[in-house]
């Protein structure tokens, strides 16, 4: 259906795109931008509109209909214990196709200073967080414009796994290519992308180190628990294709033995094992937060916790110290203990 979209409107779509990879956004940034991009152009058949005609009502009613959107499995009476609501796609979803439209008219407007940009003025401002006010440039921190073209999105934590849970994921796995990425989400604290992206020269099993590139192409060095490099090691001797391939995870068998493994192969592999150890959490990003909470309920410092993350802002790595049940114990239990002695 997109294929009836404005020739206008694809080339600018695509050309956008192509914009986004010399920037060096991430694969998955672009990826999704391409999938809002066709959403969006199905609208604009839907609703017959031309790129040009386009303008701040159309695209408000664009978020309207995303917002109110029946989807596969809605129903209007029916409301998701999960989502808390019962029709429409989810806020964050309708709050990136809302900045990837905006971001593509933008594109425009650089492009070609004459044409007009239906999105409203950034003028709603947000406060900035701490740790863009320290640093010795704090003083130059500025609150960030936030678009009006977005729905309100609800504060969720992340979600981790318990030991238990995380014992019989671990235990599904069979071969030692996908023991070792579980171990390093798990014990390393790695995202998805940053296991696929581990070259065999990147890790130091004798000195039990990691070179991780991270989001924004950032590098850090990760610890490298034992067992885990042990994983590592035995899936190298024994598993590993011979291959020229510079990556670490490869592909074991089928026509593309050897090869890299891809997004879409580890997402299935996790599909199959969390299926088959019975664990609907098991997610790749679960193992990372499990990691996270664990390293605060241990006492780790939040600059450290940060930095094994990978995390920009340490507000982000806050989060786990909320979330790690020893550290909220110990923290009211002094609590406590002062109103007591107060209290005498």
């Not at 034992?226 to 391939?245: F, K, N, W």
Request: charged letters at 25%; proline letters at 6%.
């Amino acid at each position: 259906m997109l294929g009836e979209a404005p020739a206008s409107y694809l080339g600018l779509a695509n050309d956008y795109l192509a914009y986004l990879e010399d920037r060096h956004y991430s694969p998955a940034t672009v990826r999704a931008y391409a999938f809002d991009f066709l959403h969006f152009g199905r609208w604009l058949v839907y609703e017959g509109l031309e790129l040009d005609g386009v303008d701040t009502d159309a695209l408000l009613r664009y978020l309207a209909a995303s917002r109110t959107a029946r989807l596969d499995g809605q129903h209007d009476n029916v409301v998701s214990i999960r989502t808390g609501r019962a029709v429409g796609f989810a806020p964050r979803t309708i709050n990136r196709r809302m900045a990837a439209v905006s971001g593509l008219f933008g594109f425009r407007c650089m492009r070609d200073p004459a044409a007009r940009n239906p999105v409203p003025r950034q003028a709603g401002a947000r406060r900035t967080t701490r740790a863009e006010r320290a640093g010795l440039l704090g003083h130059l921190a500025r609150p960030k414009p936030r678009s009006r073209l977005r729905v309100r999105e609800p504060r969720r934590l992340p979600r981790s796994l318990d030991q238990s849970e995380a014992r019989a994921l671990l235990a599904s796995f069979r071969s030692e290519r996908d023991r070792a990425i579980a171990g390093l989400m798990l014990f390393s604290g790695l995202r998805s992308i940053e296991v696929l992206g581990l070259r065999v020269r990147d890790v130091d099993i004798g000195r039990g180190w990691l070179h991780v590139v991270g989001k924004g192409d950032k590098e850090r060095s990760v610890p490298l628990d034992p067992d885990v490099g042990g994983l590592v090691q035995s899936y190298l001797l024994a598993e590993r294709p011979e291959t020229a391939c510079p990556a670490l995870f490869v592909v074991a068998k089928g026509p593309h033995r050897g090869k890299p493994l891809t997004p879409a192969g580890l997402r299935r592999v996790f599909r199959y094992h969390r299926e088959r150890a019975g664990v609907p959490a098991g997610h790749p990003h679960a193992l990372r937060h499990s990691f996270g909470t664990a390293m605060a309920e241990a006492g780790v410092d939040l600059p450290v916790l940060q930095e094994l993350m990978g995390h920009e802002h340490v507000d982000s790595s806050a989060v786990y110290i909320h979330l790690a049940p020893a550290y909220l114990r110990a923290a009211y239990d002094a609590a406590r203990a002062r109103q007591r002695a107060g209290q005498k």
